[in-house]
């Protein structure tokens, strides 16, 4: 079968540093997707990963590691507006997406 | 530059009535794909398709029925409505089913059953 898990909640202050991880497990594997959703609002993608490494986008970088089921999203340079829950997501082997239920992202003054 | 529009955003329904959620892309994505956003539970594939004229069940299917006759729209319906079914529905919308093509979002449609 298929399981994805992630910390339902986590707390940072404004100007850090934070990591969410996300751990899977799956008979198939075809990339792993991050997104990010405001409150009562759509989620909206933030990267992609198939090879294990870093990626690196401004503030946001995704980190796979394929042989682990193991990835993370850095989150740098913390703002307000960054509170938000963090979808992770696997491509499976029929090409569907496989959803984690989210990290709600405090941040605080 | 509207992406993926969905209708009604809120809508509060009594058991047993019926309704359609209507969702319409206006970027050419050959994908389109009904969700349901549950508390604690991430998001759960209902229908989706893969090109005008076609449909294929998702995870949860049961109680739901979808078309697709035009290639920008795709229409979700409740038959019947059950309280189960209160969630926040999302569709979305791909280039490709390609693994790298990242899915767009409408903004949502709260559905309350009573």
């Known amino acids: 079968g298929q399981n994805i898990d992630q910390p339902t909640e986590m707390t940072a202050t404004e100007g850090a540093i934070v990591q969410i991880n996300c751990t899977y497990q799956?008979?198939?594997?075809?990339?792993l997707f991050w997104y990010q959703q405001h409150a009562g609002e759509a989620p909206t993608f933030l990267s992609y990963n198939v090879l294990d490494g870093l990626e690196e986008k401004g503030r946001f970088s995704s980190f796979l590691s394929r042989s682990k089921g193991y990835s993370y999203l850095l989150l740098k340079e913390l703002q307000m507006k960054d509170s938000a829950s963090y979808l992770c997501?696997?491509?499976?082997?029929?090409?569907?997406?496989?959803w984690g239920a989210g990290t709600k992202l405090i941040i605080k003054p | 530059n509207a992406g993926v529009t969905q209708t009604p955003k809120f809508r509060v329904l009594k058991t047993g009535q019926s309704m359609t959620l209507l969702c319409a892309q206006d970027m050419n994505h050959e994908y389109m794909y009904w969700y349901r956003q549950d508390p604690g539970m991430g998001l759960r594939l209902i229908h989706y398709?893969?090109?005008?004229?076609?449909?294929a069940k998702g995870e949860v299917p049961d109680g739901y029925n979808v078309s697709r006759l035009k290639k920008q729209n795709f229409l979700l319906g409740l038959e019947s409505a059950a309280p189960s079914q209160t969630s926040v529905y999302f569709c979305?919308?791909?280039?490709?089913?390609?693994?790298?093509?990242?899915?767009?979002f409408g903004d949502g449609t709260r559905l309350s059953i009573l």
């Open positions: 398709s893969v090109g005008e004229g076609t449909t």
């Open positions: 799956t008979s198939g594997f075809n990339g």
């Open positions: 979305a919308s791909s280039y490709s089913d390609s693994p790298s093509q990242p899915q767009h």
């Open positions: 997501a696997l491509t499976d082997s029929n090409y569907q997406l496989i």
